[in-house]
Each structure stands twice: as C-alpha cells, then as structure tokens.
Nanobody
Framework: QVQLVESGGGLVQAGGSLRLSCAAS????????MGWFRQAPGKEREFVAT??????YYADSVKGRFTISRDNAKNTVYLQMNSLKPEDTAVYYC??????????????????WGQGTQVTVSS
C-alpha cells in the first residue's frame, strides 16, 4: 500500500514556474513507476509525465517545459513546471504504478493516486 500526498500548487502568472511535490509513504517510490496527470474543468484526465528509475517520458504538450524527478532519500517525486501557460491550469495528480517494462502513460496502469493539487495559470 502506498499513500501519496501532493503539494506545491497555486496561482502563478503565465511564464512563471511552480514545483509540485509528491510525498510517498508506506512503500518506497523506488518500487514503483511514478507519474503525474492533470485534469482541467470539463476535460478528461490526461497524462503529463512519468519516471521509471531515472528514465523519463513526457506528454508533447509539456516537453521542454516540465521536468519530473525523484529523490529516493526523501521518498518524493517532483514536477518542475516552467514557462507555464494558461492551458496548464488543472488539478495535478501524482500516481504510483507497478512497472510493466515500458512507460506507464494511461491512468488505469497506476494503482495509487494522491488527492490532487490545484495549479492555476493566469494570462
């Protein structure tokens, strides 16, 4: 069992930066592939980024602007978000899933989810 708690969301102007954190308890994040998803009002949840060991994969919409990383000593995963755009506004969720030998990009491939943190980007 893994418990995930996100933090770091907030209101930022377009072009600004935020760093989201996902603190895990119960099991080490090393045991899982970790991912970030987001859901904007009226839209379906979408994949943002994932990390397997030290390898990363990003959605095209955030590639070059967002960076996912993990601190194994702190059992925490981060999402550094730069050059934010109004269309990045959403609730961001952290998730943990058992590795399948490939990048996990679908929500149903993840077993544990955090409660979400709101990110609002003003124009």
């Amino acid at each position: 069992q893994v418990q995930l708690v996100e933090s770091g969301g907030g209101l930022v102007q377009a072009g600004g930066s935020l760093r989201l954190s996902c603190a895990a308890s119960g099991r080490t994040v090393l045991s899982y592939d970790m991912g970030w998803f987001r859901q904007a009002p009226g839209k379906e949840r979408e994949f943002v980024a994932t990390i397997r060991w030290s390898s990363t994969y990003y959605a095209d919409s955030v590639k070059g602007r967002f960076t996912i990383s993990r601190d194994n000593a702190k059992n925490t995963v981060y999402l550094q978000m730069n050059s934010l755009k109004p269309e990045d506004t959403a609730v961001y969720y952290c998730a943990a899933g058992r590795s399948g030998g490939y990048y996990l990009r679908s929500g149903h491939e993840y077993d544990y989810w955090g409660q979400g943190t709101q990110v609002t980007v003003s124009s």
